[in-house]
């Protein structure tokens, strides 16, 4: 089977770094994605890792290792509109994502 | 280039009707998949569609769900005699190829069942 694990909450402050962890058990694995979902929102694609390290996106940054199963989203320069959920997804023999982690961003 | 469309995005069911949900891919995408989503939940995955073909159905009951993907016109996720646990969100996401390229995603179709 499929499965990730990811934190349900996490809280910091406007001009902040926050480090979103996820570990995953998968089978076929290709590589891991990161998604962004505002609330009543579609998810919007943030990130993709297929070899280990780190991709940088602008303030987004995301890590893999495919050793330790893990990988990360990094995020700096916090804005309040970065309020929202976070999930990791395994692409694997399907794209199976993560619990989600609730981000909120305080002024 | 249009994005995933889905309609309708919303849909109010009573008990024991069916319900249709309809996605149209990013064209030029023969992936797609269906996903699940419970207010303050995360995504739960449903069925992977290519072209005409169910390749992958593990997170989809076996009863009163269906899915499908024809060589032309819009993937349907079907659901039959809806009950009130039906209700949520569900998402429909299409790739170019499996694996390798992020998930477009629609905006939904929020299903009520009353």
């Known amino acids: 089977g499929q499965s990730l694990e990811q934190p349900s909450e996490v809280t910091a402050v406007e001009g902040a770094i926050v480090q979103i962890n996820c570990t995953y058990q998968?089978?076929?694995?290709?590589?891991l994605s990161w998604y962004q979902q505002h609330d009543g929102g579609a998810p919007t694609f943030l990130s993709y890792?297929?070899?280990?390290g780190l991709e940088e996106t602008g303030r987004f940054s995301s890590f893999l290792s495919r050793s330790d199963s893990y990988g990360y989203l990094l995020l700096q320069e916090l804005q309040m509109k970065d309020s929202a959920s976070y999930f990791c997804?395994?692409?694997?023999?399907?794209?199976?994502f993560g619990p989600g982690t609730r981000l909120s961003v305080l002024p | 280039n249009a994005g995933v469309m889905q309609n309708p995005r919303h849909l109010v069911r009573r008990r024991g009707q069916e319900a249709r949900l309809r996605c149209s891919p990013v064209?030029?995408?023969?992936?797609v998949y269906w996903y699940r989503q419970l207010p303050e939940e995360g995504l739960k995955f449903m069925v992977y569609?290519?072209?005409?073909?169910?390749?992958?159905e593990s997170g989809m009951p076996k009863e009163r769900f269906s899915a499908e993907f024809p060589k032309e016109g819009p993937s349907i996720l079907r659901i039959q005699q809806v009950v009130r646990g039906d209700s949520a969100a569900y998402f429909c996401?299409?790739?170019?190829?499996?694996?390798?390229?992020?998930?477009?995603f629609g905006n939904g179709t929020r299903l009520t069942v009353t």
């Open positions: 996401a299409s790739s170019p190829e499996k694996g390798k390229s992020p998930l477009h």
């Open positions: 998968t089978s076929g694995f290709y590589g």
């Open positions: 890792n297929a070899l280990d």
């Open positions: 997804a395994a692409y694997g023999q399907n794209f199976v």
């Open positions: 064209k030029g995408h023969s992936h």
């Open positions: 569609l290519q072209k005409e073909n169910i390749i992958d």
